[in-house]
């Protein structure tokens, strides 16, 4: 299993593109479902599935907020919080859904409502208490509970409350719950709560749900909080409980239908992924991203051009691609001084790229593809690509060509060209 260890030292990436997150039952048609079914985490896991998770609709991190006019105060405020386990949490970025009285981002708000209702059909009754608090809310709460500024003190109220810009609520993702009437410290006692954790917790898991501080995980911050939960998704689940192996590499690929493209682009050396075990699949693929990835397809070929962009520094990862596709006219950049490497790209540049990489060849046939302007700059490369086998479209004759492209997609176009293109 792969541990928290491994996760540690990543840094939570905190603006992605979402993906398929959302936890269905399990079904011979569902192999993400079965993965998460499957899987059998750790209590340190379970931290690390929320903690490394890539979610949608978060702001990076940024400096620590301000909790008393004090900030002398608030710096050892932050170091007490920070040896608890605490750690500084991103925050909502858009806008939030309003359930069962308490605002959540949208995913975690529709599986909500699905845990819940999966709750009432076996019997058991459960409702939020708490769902996204912003920073001055979290402040409120803690300054509320403040009696005295001593380390014993705050350190005591650390058990209670987590110190403003370190709640996990800050996210949208993470809620307290009870069951019926009881109150929220009683939770752990009720039958909501034992059904919500029978077998390494599989009917909070089938809806993307975890526990926020499993019994027997390190210290988190608080004291043991068995009320509340994080919602993260199938897929950072089957992440949280990955190994890789030299078959299978990536934990998110298993809903893609590329997976095999995928694996291919990892053992050929063009990517390693996003971070130690996920490829990213519906991610987009930025301008220098693109180029790093033709370039090491083409086996790293040098080249002493001049590179004209002043955003394609010497010694980053893509100066060397941009070079390259500089002097083979694959590319002229964005203007006469920019290339825009972290421009996402969309599909028609990338196979333009692609085209002139293999010295544009020259195609006769008709295009296959409503969407694509007969006197655009991508109508001879989307044909070669199109006759090439590179390519089948996003649908019956559309190619969706000014649509960003996407992680698998590039590996499907990489793959498809290495099999069709003789040399």
């Known amino acids: 299993m792969l541990t928290n260890q491994l996760f540690r030292g990543r840094a939570l990436l905190a603006i992605v593109v979402?993906?398929?997150?959302?936890?269905?039952?399990?079904?011979?048609?569902?192999p993400l479902g079965d993965a998460v079914a499957a899987t059998r985490h750790t209590p340190d896991e379970l931290v690390a599935s929320f903690d490394f998770a890539r979610l949608p609709g978060l702001l990076p991190v940024g400096d620590p907020p301000p909790i008393t006019a004090d900030p002398v105060l608030d710096a050892r405020i932050r170091d007490l919080a920070e040896a608890r386990g605490y750690r500084q949490r991103p925050e909502a970025s858009g806008p939030l859904v309003r359930t069962d009285g308490y605002l959540l981002q949208a995913g975690a708000s529709a599986a909500w409502e699905e845990l819940q209702a999966a709750a009432a059909a076996a019997g058991h009754s459960i409702s939020l208490t708490s769902g996204y608090r912003d920073v001055g809310h979290q402040t409120r709460i803690f300054l509320g509970l403040m009696t005295d500024t001593t380390d014993a003190a705050i350190d005591e109220?650390?058990?209670?409350?987590?110190?403003?810009?370190?709640?996990?609520?800050?996210?949208?993702y993470a809620i307290d719950v009870r069951s019926g009437s009881s109150v929220l410290h009683d939770f752990a006692t009720t039958d909501a709560y034992a059904w919500l954790a029978a077998n390494d917790w599989a009917n909070a898991k089938t809806f993307g749900w975890l526990p926020s501080y499993p019994a027997g995980a390190p210290p988190g911050g608080p004291e043991p909080e068995p009320w509340e939960f994080v919602w993260v998704g199938a897929q950072n689940i089957v992440c949280g409980d990955f190994t890789p192996t030299p078959g299978r590499r990536f934990c998110d690929t298993l809903n893609t239908g590329l997976a095999s493209d995928i694996e291919w682009l990892a053992a050929e050396g063009i990517?390693?992924?996003?971070?130690?075990?996920?490829?990213?699949?519906?991610?987009?693929?930025?301008?220098?991203?693109?180029?790093t990835f033709l370039w090491r397809l083409f086996n790293k070929p040098p080249s002493n051009s001049i590179v004209p962009f002043d955003d394609v520094p010497p010694g980053s990862f893509y100066f060397e691609p941009v070079r390259w596709m500089t002097g083979r006219a694959i590319t002229t950049g964005t203007s006469t001084t920019t290339f825009s490497p972290d421009t996402p790209l969309t599909r028609a540049e990338f196979v333009t790229f692609l085209w002139r990489a293999v010295g544009r060849p020259a195609m006769t046939t008709p295009l296959k593809f409503d969407d694509v302007e007969p006197d655009g700059f991508?109508?001879?490369?989307?044909?070669?690509?199109?006759?090439?086998?590179?390519?089948?479209?996003?649908?019956?004759r559309m190619f969706s060509p000014d649509d960003t492209a996407t992680r698998a997609q590039i590996a499907a176009f990489l793959h498809r060209f290495k099999m069709s293109v003789p040399g």
């Open 18 to 30: 979402a993906f398929a997150l959302t936890a269905a039952p399990a079904s011979a048609a569902d």
């Open 271 to 291: 990517t390693t992924g996003c971070d130690a075990v996920r490829f990213c699949t519906n991610e987009t693929v930025t301008r220098g991203q693109a180029a």
């Open 157 to 172: 109220l650390l058990k209670l409350s987590a110190a403003p810009g370190y709640s996990k609520h800050h996210t949208g």
């Open 378 to 396: 991508a109508i001879h490369a989307i044909k070669w690509a199109t006759e090439s086998g590179i390519t089948k479209g996003t649908a019956a």
